[in-house]
């Protein structure tokens, strides 16, 4: 089955990495039991009712102004249910621009910046 890679916007298989830029999406292979505990997050109701609710009230980009798909934690939250919700904490931003966001973040994170 193909789906459209969160990353890049081309088609790709569902279960492997995109052949056009190598992305693996990282909510379906979790590098940490960290980062799977974070993940049930986004799956509650009270997150999906924050991020609609978000995105309705600022549809646009924070950093583009194109139409925004993604909503982004300025702080990162850690697994901490009072940051991850908090709303003044959240931007709305499109796909582009939330993953060269986390790209440029890895990137920092690698060179210890």
Known sequence: MKIICSRCGKPR???????????????????TEI????EKLYRTAAWKRIRKLQLFEHPFCALCGDR???VHHVEPHNGNWIL??????LQSLC?????RLHSTESEEKEHGQ
């Open 13 to 31: 298989n569902r279960q492997a990495k995109c052949p056009h830029c190598g992305y693996i999406n990282e909510w379906r292979y979790p590098r």
């Open 35 to 38: 980062a799977a505990e974070n």
């Open 68 to 70: 925004a798909t993604v």
């Open 84 to 89: 991850f919700t908090q709303r003044d904490n």
């Open 95 to 99: 796909n582009s621009c939330h993953s």
